[in-house]
């Protein structure tokens, strides 16, 4: 039978999502989008607190969200999500990648090499983890949607004249596209899709703040004219303009669409 094509192609009813790091920024974002448009929202975080702020301001809203504590680079702290999950009926429609870090900047050959690694057991290890750990769920559905957040320093270089991103992020996040690109080889055939976010600069999120350390305020006013200026759309993001591109990933708007990487950048790699 064909599909209808009407305004429910965005329908989020019936379908649980899981969002990792939910407690702030995006992922707070993608968790009040998915819930918006009928979502059940597991909001995991390590900061329980956080998790808790986003499912009652979707709960308040008249959605259906609960918050739990989960380190996403912990298989054990996984493992008892995964319990948590199956008591609550056993489905995962939806995975929202989204827990990241970023360390303060450094150079390659100045880098610490436990900044690699701590960087790493999160925005790459932990991916694989909780994908690994949701999977069987989907496969066992015959569908989900994936969808990891990489970042446009996961597609180039970023000027060194920029006061952000190291070698240890942008590796996590370029990575992060090719494990997009093997989970949509390996699981089109269950209809598990898997697709990236790369965003570009969303500000008001808590990314970051270990970069900024002891930039003076004039300095990060000099970054942030920068980075309006290598931006065609002349402007940062809002973590709200992120939304949209979710939902369209989860839902069955894209329902053919899997092992793409799409920018929400203002066009910044477009250039
Ligand atoms: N904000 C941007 O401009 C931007 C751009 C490109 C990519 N991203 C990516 O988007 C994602 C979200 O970033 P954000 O800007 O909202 O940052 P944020 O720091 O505001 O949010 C990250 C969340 O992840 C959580 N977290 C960190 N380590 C965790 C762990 N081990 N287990 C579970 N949760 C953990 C934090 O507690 C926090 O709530 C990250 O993956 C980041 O790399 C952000």
Redesign the pocket.
């Known amino acids: 039978m064909a599909k209808p094509i009407n305004r429910d192609l965005f329908e989020l009813k019936d379908r649980v999502a899981v969002v990792?790091?939910?407690?702030?920024?995006?992922?707070?974002v993608f968790s009040q989008a998915l819930a918006a448009f009928g979502a059940q929202v597991f909001c995991?975080?390590?900061?329980l607190p956080?998790?808790q702020q986003t499912a009652d301001l979707i709960n308040e809203a008249g959605g259906s969200a609960l918050a739990l504590e989960?380190?996403?680079?912990?298989e054990q702290s996984i493992a008892g999500f995964v319990e948590a999950i199956k008591s609550a009926g056993g489905r995962c429609d939806i995975l929202i990648n989204?827990?990241?870090?970023?360390t303060a900047k450094y150079r390659i050959h100045e880098m610490p090499v436990d900044q690699w690694d701590r960087l790493m057991?999160?925005?790459l290890r932990?991916v694989f983890l909780f994908t690994r750990a949701m999977l069987p769920l989907m496969i066992k559905q015959q569908s989900g949607s994936v969808i990891n957040?990489?970042?446009?320093?996961g597609l180039g270089g970023v000027n060194p004249t920029i006061p952000a991103v190291s070698a240890n992020?942008s590796s996590s996040?370029g990575a992060l596209i090719a494990f997009t690109r093997q989970g949509a080889a390996e699981y089109g055939g269950d209809n598990i899709r898997f697709n990236a976010i790369?965003?570009?600069?969303?500000?008001g999120?808590?990314?970051?703040?270990e970069e900024v350390g002891e930039q003076t305020p004039e300095m990060i006013e000099a970054f942030l004219a920068k980075l309006n200026q290598l931006t065609p759309m002349g402007r940062t993001?809002e973590?709200a303009e992120l939304a949209g591109l979710a939902v369209y990933l989860a839902s069955d708007a894209s329902s053919f669409l899997t092992g793409q990487v799409i920018a929400n950048d203002g066009g910044w790699s477009a250039i």
Request: hydrophobic share 35%; charged share 15%; with cysteine.
């Open positions: 990792t790091g939910a407690g702030s920024g995006l992922g707070r995991t975080d390590i900061d956080g998790a989960v380190d996403a680079a912990d989204n827990a990241g870090i970023a057991a999160v925005n932990g957040i990489s970042s446009i320093a992020y996040k790369c965003p570009g600069w969303h500000l999120t808590q990314l970051g703040r993001g973590p």
